[in-house]
């Protein structure tokens, strides 16, 4: 299975807003609504920030949100603040019944 | 709280089996609405599944991964294991083992613990 397309870095300024996009296929991405977004800190596990494409967690900040289009799911955080600057990651439930990760995006704030 | 706690070597000689143990404290790794899995991370890049287990036994693997992955559970320990036999340094990397619901997206993790592949 390939990795779902995620850009390599994005970046923003804070107070602003940013959107990181995770392309797949009708075969994960666009076959069902099982896209998650996980936050990562250097040196920390990650920690789970939307599920089933655009549900937040409890406890996750309401400047999260998730979305799909076809083939592409899609992150966005608004208002930016500096400790968003993590790397994110998407994924995807399976035809295949297996999981399959992004290849992440490193989030910088200006 | 859920909490899960990964054990094991951390220096694997290449060709040899790779073994881990993750404990789940704080909740029944029997419970019907999750599976259990592993994720890795080598240094310096991104995520990847290796695989999940229910508590019945049934298994998902990465196909990447399939003919050297075996996960096991213990139900009566609140554990449940990864093997990775024949391995090499590109096995090299930070594994997790965290809670998945009902096949889908991962909602706690272990702390992660680095596996190195060197003689």
């Known amino acids: 299975q390939s990795a779902l397309t995620q850009p390599a870095s994005v970046s923003g300024s804070p107070g602003q807003s940013i959107t990181i996009s995770c392309t797949g296929t009708s075969s994960d991405v666009g076959g069902y609504n099982y896209v998650s977004w996980y936050q990562q800190h250097p040196g920390k596990a990650p920690k789970l920030m939307i599920y089933?494409?655009?549900n937040r967690p409890s406890g996750v900040s309401n400047r999260f949100s998730g979305s799909k289009s076809g083939n592409t799911a899609s992150l966005t955080i608004s208002g930016l603040q500096a400790e968003d600057e993590a790397d994110y990651y998407c994924?995807?439930?399976?035809?295949?019944?297996?999981?399959?990760f992004g290849g992440g995006t490193k989030l910088t704030v200006l | 709280q859920l909490q899960l706690q990964e054990s094991g070597p951390g220096l694997v000689k290449p060709s040899e089996t790779l073994s881990l143990t993750c404990t789940v404290s704080?909740?029944?790794?029997?419970?019907?609405?999750?599976?259990w899995g592993w994720i890795r991370q080598p240094p310096g890049k991104g995520l990847e599944w290796i695989g999940s287990?229910?508590?019945?036994?049934?298994?998902y693997y990465n196909p990447s991964l399939k003919s050297r992955v075996t996960i096991s559970v213990d139900t009566s320990k609140n554990q449940f294991s990864l093997k990775l036999s024949s391995v090499t340094a590109a096995d090299t990397a930070v594994y997790y083992c965290?809670?998945?619901?009902?096949?889908?997206?991962?909602?706690?993790w272990g702390q992660g613990t680095l596996v190195t592949v060197s003689s």
């Open positions: 287990i229910y508590y019945s036994g049934s298994t």
């Open positions: 994924s995807s439930y399976t035809s295949s019944s297996t999981q399959v």
């Open positions: 704080g909740g029944s790794i029997s419970s019907s609405s999750y599976y």
């Open positions: 089933d494409v655009s």
């Open positions: 965290a809670r998945q619901e009902l096949g889908q997206d991962f909602d706690y």
